[in-house]
């Protein structure tokens, strides 16, 4: 396999986990802290260099992973698309490719799921490559749209349609790229006038009008669980010793 690095998004505030000076990603999951389990699964993967995108809480983080990884500081939180663009800038110029993920929810991803995106990517020589997963509740989950089989876009719970809400199909925000794609449209994204934030979705929309290869690779329904809340910690801890049981 090619080198494929990987870039982690651990800056965000995480404000409904209420945490004043720790960032969500190092809440234990199991018998370690959430982003570690991540880790684990890059280095079986033998994805290397790991940039790990910092912010809240940053020495919460930086302490956890000590100098196994790359930092990336991202000063102000402007979205994740802004995460990413800050990560690029630690990336070697050797690399081509780069997996993206969420600090918050990868815990959750098998060796094989991820391995099967990567794959996948390369197989279809596709400028980006996302995953999707099926959830019985979807609500509060970016939704999948597809014509005649394709992916058109991912729209957000606020924007979708009563229709829309009802599909199950979700974007779990785990993507493969190519280097030279996300620095040609990343800037070309614009930013959210609800949120102010620039975010990594909008490239799904900007790949479709430039005619950039998007592949979606179906995850199904693996178990999954993206942690915003006290509520969904526990949740997610169930499911975890369910997995490892």
Not at 17 to 42: C, E, F, P, W, Y
Not at 179 to 188: A, G, N, P, Q, W
Request: aromatic share 6%; with cysteine; hydrophobic share 40%.
């Amino acid at each position: 396999m090619e080198k494929i690095a990987a870039i982690i998004l651990a800056a965000g505030k995480g404000k409904r986990m209420n945490s004043k000076k720790a960032n969500k990603v190092t809440v234990t999951l199991g018998n370690k802290q959430m982003i570690l389990h991540t880790l684990d699964r890059l280095k079986e993967l033998n994805i290397a260099p790991i940039i790990v995108v910092v912010g809240f809480a940053k020495e919460s983080v930086m302490k956890i992973l000590g100098n196994s990884v790359i930092f990336a500081e991202q000063s102000k939180r402007l979205g994740t698309a802004h995460a990413v663009t800050v990560a690029l800038k630690k990336l070697p110029e050797n690399v081509a490719t780069v997996l993206v993920l969420n600090g918050d929810d990868s815990a959750f991803y098998t060796k094989e799921t991820v391995e099967n995106l990567i794959t996948s990517h390369l197989k279809e020589n596709a400028d980006l490559s996302l995953l999707t997963i099926y959830v019985e509740n979807p609500t509060g989950l970016g939704r999948v749209i597809r014509n005649e089989e394709k992916v058109t876009g991912i729209v957000e719970e606020k924007d979708a349609t009563e229709e829309m809400k009802r599909i199950n199909e979700i974007n779990p925000g785990c993507y493969v790229f190519q280097v030279s794609f996300l620095k040609k449209y990343l800037k070309k994204i614009n930013k959210s006038p609800t949120t102010g934030e620039y975010y990594l979705t909008a490239l799904i929309d900007i790949a479709i009008k430039n005619k950039q290869k998007i592949n979606d690779v179906i995850g199904g329904k693996i178990l999954w669980r993206g942690v915003n809340t006290q509520e969904e910690l526990k949740e997610a801890e169930k499911l975890f010793i369910n997995i490892k049981n």
